[in-house]
């Protein structure tokens, strides 16, 4: 029925659920880094008391019904989550054997009875007798009596109690929803001869939950919490695209403390998470960290090098504190004005331990690898030879690292540049490059099967 209206619903202050006059007196959101968000409230009540009904709609679209918690002076009977929500086709559905009206662009009417409504075409009964048949109803406009009972305009907490007291309560409600989560977002400028980065980090919080948190106490939790995950529940109503805002001031703002085997943030002032919004705000940030710039090279079909940026999570680096899992974009001035030179995704990182950021690819490094030699010297063993030069275009001295992936059972037999064993399955060789010239490597590894 897409593009029909209706045009009077006489009815529906009667029939809307009213939920109960209640305050919001503290709300508390706890944000985690894979949709979901924890819900707490504090509300001023007028209970009455014995046995009555609490109706509130201003809750998540996304809400986990199962998850709720309702805490008041009595006892809580039954609690029903209501979501058949009103549209068009919902309300034409329940008229099937009523009487209904239709009106056309000129302010002609048709009444008669509902017999079937599918897609855009109608059958009525008329009252007198016979059929009205409407093959195609977008030109006309619907008028019933009144809104169908069990039909509500937005997802309502139901719950039987049985109340202790009489008048004012405060109560509390808190409930897990989906349509939240959290990412940190890191900006570095780079200095210019790549030794020390300035770095500003961000939160970034995305409420897409159906409903709006106004004054709310903020925290984030940062770590992969186990959650199961319901599948066809029937419940998840409601999808936005977020719309971005983002503070200017950059300050420190959160308070940081371990929790379980998580770490959590909190936002020192209350905020305002409006429903389909993307929030930014401040994490901490920090100056002249101390970088080392790497070459890495792979191998692979595209011979490319990769440029790294690596540096350590210490107290004594200017940083020592945990970084939540994020995008890390990095820049740096070419004299006239700061301009992007890449961006990687970091995992959760924990003071004390280094942060390795895939920059990009170098423009004036080349690598050429041949296979000199592939024999099989006994069953089941093989040597192979490599050769593998490399070209620094650069106006500076380089070091590259040429990691190979050589399996499990390996043995370097000949090479012309000492290696590491990065682990049982790699090789790792430092080879110093110096400007505008070239060096080959060459190393015979002993394969056995």
């Known amino acids: 029925m897409k593009y029909l209206k209706i045009v009077s619903l006489w009815l529906i202050s009667i029939s809307l659920l009213i939920a109960q006059d209640n305050s919001k007196k503290e709300v508390a959101v706890t944000v985690y880094n894979t949709n979901l968000g924890v819900i707490k409230e504090k ?27 309702f805490k008041l002076n009595g006892d809580v009977l039954e609690q029903n989550y209501q979501y058949d929500l009103v549209d068009l086709n919902k309300i034409l559905q329940k008229y099937i054997n009523k009487k209904i009206s239709l009106i056309d662009k000129n302010g002609n009417m048709i009444e008669g009875e509902l017999l079937s409504s599918l897609g855009n075409q109608v059958v009525l009964a008329n009252k007198n007798s016979g059929l009205t048949m409407l093959p195609n109803v977008e030109e006309y406009r619907f008028a019933v009596e009144s809104l169908p009972e069990g039909l509500i305009t937005k997802p309502t907490l139901v719950w039987q109690i049985d109340s202790k007291s009489e008048g004012n309560q405060n109560v509390e409600i808190s409930y897990q929803t989906g349509g939240m989560k959290w990412s940190a977002e890191y900006v570095a400028v780079l200095n210019e001869n790549d030794t020390k980065l300035d770095l500003n980090s961000w939160v970034s919080i995305v409420n897409n939950s159906g409903a709006t948190y106004n004054n709310a106490v903020l925290k984030l939790v940062a770590g992969d919490v186990n959650k199961i995950e319901n599948y066809g529940d029937g419940i998840r109503l409601y999808s936005g695209v977020s719309n971005e805002s983002m503070m200017k001031k950059n300050v420190n703002q959160f308070q940081e403390k371990e929790f ?105 490094v080349v690598v050429e690898e041949t296979l000199t030699d592939n024999d099989k010297v006994a069953n089941k063993v093989y040597e192979q030879t490599l050769e593998i030069k490399i070209k620094n275009r650069k106006n500076e001295n380089i070091d590259i690292d040429v990691e190979r992936a050589l399996g499990s059972f390996w043995e370097i037999i000949y090479s012309n540049f000492d290696y590491t064993k990065k682990n049982s399955s790699t090789a790792l060789f430092k080879i110093p490059v110096k400007a505008d010239s070239e060096v080959t490597l060459e190393y015979k590894v002993r394969f056995t099967y």
């Open 260 to 364: 379980f085997e998580y770490h959590i943030y909190k936002l020192d002032r209350k905020t305002d998470l409006m429903n389909n919004e993307t929030k930014q705000v401040a994490l901490f940030e920090a100056n002249e960290v101390k970088v080392q710039k790497k070459f890495l090279y792979k191998g692979g079909y595209d011979k490319k090098v990769d440029v790294i940026v690596e540096f350590a999570n210490t107290e004594d680096n200017e940083l020592g504190k945990p970084m939540p899992e994020g995008k890390f974009r990095v820049y740096k001035s070419d004299g006239e004005s700061i301009e992007f030179i890449g961006e990687d995704m970091i995992d959760h990182t924990a003071k004390k331990e280094n942060v390795k950021l895939k920059i990009g690819e170098a423009f004036d």
């Open 43 to 69: 509300r001023e009540m007028d209970i009455k008391k014995g046995l009555s009904e609490i109706k509130i709609d201003d809750v998540a679209s996304l809400i986990d019904p199962t998850s709720v918690h």
